[in-house]
């Protein structure tokens, strides 16, 4: 696996690597609004269960208070709106991420495909002699593919499920 990220990091270029950061920020952004969009659920429950404990949490009655509410019931059902929101601009958020990674793995696809044939292209006519035509068209149109499909786009998986799962756990142990 780490020979497999060396060579995927000799392959890129300063600027796809600066990407990948960027890419990251994303993700580990995703992976939070995530775990804030599942911790939202369980207290606007409880308080639906439960609208006493409105004036037992203190910052649920300090929200009620601040926003001048006079009945629990209106002040439930807006609870209810900011967790649909957080839901929502937690999709949102992990939607954006996906297509910035999708888009990264596929752009790398066609920027390494564009590079190996300049690099054939800039090749002396005796190289190609040697070789055979279909070999180096499959190197240009398969191999980069594979490249993408086994390797790059896996790999963004792992690292996306990794931060999920920090993420999750970071909320749920602390």
């Given at each position: 696996?780490l ?12 600027r796809?690597?600066l990407?990948?950061g ?6 580990i952004?995703?992976?939070f ?6 911790a ?5 429950i ?9 004036f ?5 009655f300090?929200?009620y ?21 957080i ?5 949102a958020?992990?939607a ?7 888009r990264f ?8 495909s ?19 035509s279909?070999?180096?068209?499959k ?31 970071r909320?749920?142990?602390?």
């Open positions: 696996m020979s497999t990220i060396n060579k995927l990091r000799q392959i890129l270029t300063r796809e690597k990407q990948v960027a890419l990251l920020v994303a993700i952004a995703m992976a609004s995530q775990a804030l969009g599942v939202s659920v369980l207290p606007f409880s308080l639906v269960m439960e609208p006493e404990m409105l037992e949490n203190r910052w649920l300090w929200a208070d601040i926003l001048g509410f006079e009945s629990i019931n209106r002040f439930i059902i807006f609870a209810g709106f900011v967790m649909f929101s839901i929502f601009i937690s999709n958020i992990s954006f991420a996906t297509w910035l990674k999708l793995a596929w752009m790398n696809n066609h920027r390494l564009r590079r190996l044939f300049e690099k054939y292209l800039s090749m002396p006519y005796a190289y190609f002699l040697n070789q055979n279909s070999d180096l068209s190197n240009v149109l398969t191999e980069i593919n594979h490249l993408t499909k086994s390797y790059l786009i896996p790999l963004l998986m792992i690292v996306t499920k990794g931060w999920l799962w920090f993420s999750f756990w909320c749920s142990s602390g």
